[in-house]
């Protein structure tokens, strides 16, 4: 009797210390994955182009723009007047390359709830293309704390369904072909606003737009 006593004691303090173990480990949930949204719908394709710059990732935002991606950009001549300056994508591929290899810290929020329109362009097929405009509220700090830029105001995108999109031909030769599910961006305009109309590399420590931005960064490696 004492030994079967001795063995069920034992046996029971064996198994509430092992449910006090057991109570006392934590399953720990992975973080969540970044992953870029999926370009399934136009907002989600202006998602994916936040992100990308958000990650300063060239690929996913170049991945984005059809090839007749055009970028206008807003903002002021010699003589103060409005100005909206076209840039092709191979010219907002190598600005943005060049962002990606500063030593800067990006962030640009657009709006959460992204609600498309049929695009307003003359002889624009409301099935194929849609306009998405949002609000923007971003930040380039670099550095140097003395140097950081702010960007708000509005970008407007249009986007082009994937089976109706020009896309890229090193795109195409990847395997990227004509897609229904998938959109393009194939214009956008910078509606963001300049503090006092002065250029980036002149003050840049001041809110300035989308486009100087860009600008100063393609400066940097244009020949």
Not at 51 to 71: A, T, Y
Not at 159 to 185: C, F, H
């Amino acid at each position: 009797m004492r030994r079967t006593r001795r063995f069920t004691i034992a046996a029971a303090l064996g198994m509430g210390t092992a449910l006090a173990v057991g109570c006392s480990t934590k399953i720990v949930a992975p973080p969540p994955v970044d992953e870029p949204p999926a370009a399934s719908s136009p907002a989600g394709a202006v998602q994916r182009f936040a992100w990308g710059f958000n990650h300063k990732d060239v690929e996913v935002v170049s991945g984005l723009l059809s090839d007749d991606f055009q970028f206008i950009s807003a903002g002021t001549d010699s003589a103060g007047n409005p100005s909206r300056v076209p840039y092709d994508r191979s010219w907002f591929v190598v600005a943005l390359a060049a962002l990606r290899d500063s030593s800067s810290t990006v962030s640009l929020d657009v709006d959460q709830n992204l609600v498309p329109f049929p695009d307003t362009r003359v002889g624009k097929d409301p099935r194929f293309h849609k306009q998405v405009r949002t609000s923007v509220n971003g930040s380039v700090r670099f550095a140097d704390p003395s140097r950081m830029v702010e960007i708000t105001g509005n970008l407007l995108f249009f986007l082009t369904r994937g089976d109706s999109a020009a896309i890229p031909q090193q795109l195409i030769s990847g395997g990227v072909g004509p897609d229904s599910t998938r959109w393009w961006v194939d214009r956008m305009e910078d509606e963001t606003l300049a503090r006092g109309g002065v250029s980036y590399a002149a003050q840049p420590s001041k809110r300035n737009t989308f486009a100087a931005l860009l600008e100063y960064f393609h400066s940097l490696v244009a020949h």
